[in-house]
């Protein structure tokens, strides 16, 4: 057991070290396999102990079975959750066209795009070059270290690339995934209207389900690329969300 959390630890803070390489030290998330290495390591030399072995092992029933079940079902948790997020990562949309694009917004630095809001709109772009009917919503608001908003910004990516700007809506107020769907919903008229949410693939399956829960009708996802690098990190993260959602009621 002891070999195994130690391989756990070492794999962790290794990864650390990659995304603090990869994305700088202000990276999304990262602390999170810092501190998920250190409390492994610990583990490690715990267990690496005979008289902390021999300890565990002597627990009475009614401290152990609560321990272990409650393990199970957080990994068990864990599991079903990323089985959801990889699913809808990877289905493809239907062939008949949506009415709208939804693009979700991401990071802006400055006025500058950022990689994950790039594949997102460059996914965007690709659907539309395709379904000339369809319309776009760009949705997110303008936060810290950005000079315009994230809408505004995508607005301009989508015209640079050639996209009509009468099919461009703008959402510039939304500060988080549900806000962007709540203030792009109402952006639609028809009720009936179909939507494909364009987002990073980790994200498709949060999305849906937060516009399923706020009464979109005719919703499906369209996975965008991510990161390879950062998408373990990306997964686990996201997995939290959608318990910080279910928790809150947004799914």
């Not at 990562?89 to 795009?113: F, S």
């Not at 028809?190 to 009464?215: L, M, P, W, Y």
Request: hydrophobic share 50%; glycine share 8%.
């Amino acid at each position: 057991m002891n070999i195994l959390f130690g391989i756990i630890a070492l794999v962790s803070i290794v990864y650390y070290g990659v995304i603090v390489s990869y994305a700088g030290l202000q990276a999304s998330f990262s602390l999170f396999w810092l501190a998920f290495g250190i409390f492994m390591a610990v583990l490690a030399v715990l267990f690496s102990l005979r008289r902390f072995r021999a300890g565990f092992r002597g627990l009475p029933p009614w401290i152990k079975v609560p321990i272990l079940t409650t393990v199970s079902m957080v990994l068990l948790c864990f599991a079903v959750v990323e089985c959801m997020i990889l699913f809808y990562m990877l289905v493809k949309p239907e062939e008949k066209p949506v009415d709208y694009l939804v693009v979700l917004g991401a990071q802006v630095r400055g006025d500058r795009i950022t990689k994950s809001l790039r594949y997102r709109l460059d996914a965007a772009y690709d659907y539309l070059e395709e379904n000339p009917d369809t319309k776009v919503i760009v949705t997110g608001g303008q936060g810290p270290g950005e000079n315009i908003s994230e809408a505004a910004a995508m607005r301009g990516y989508l015209l640079d690339k050639g996209i009509e700007r009468d099919r461009i809506i703008m959402e510039r107020n939304a500060t988080s995934t549900e806000e962007n769907l709540t203030f792009s919903r109402a952006l639609i008229a028809d009720e009936e209207a179909s939507v494909g949410i364009v987002t990073n693939g980790f994200h498709v399956f949060r999305s849906v389900k937060i516009a399923e829960k706020q009464g979109m009708r005719n919703v499906t996802g369209i996975a965008a690329k991510s990161d390879p690098i950062l998408l373990p990190n990306y997964m686990v993260r996201e997995f939290f969300a959608v318990l910080k959602d279910k928790f809150v009621g947004n799914i």
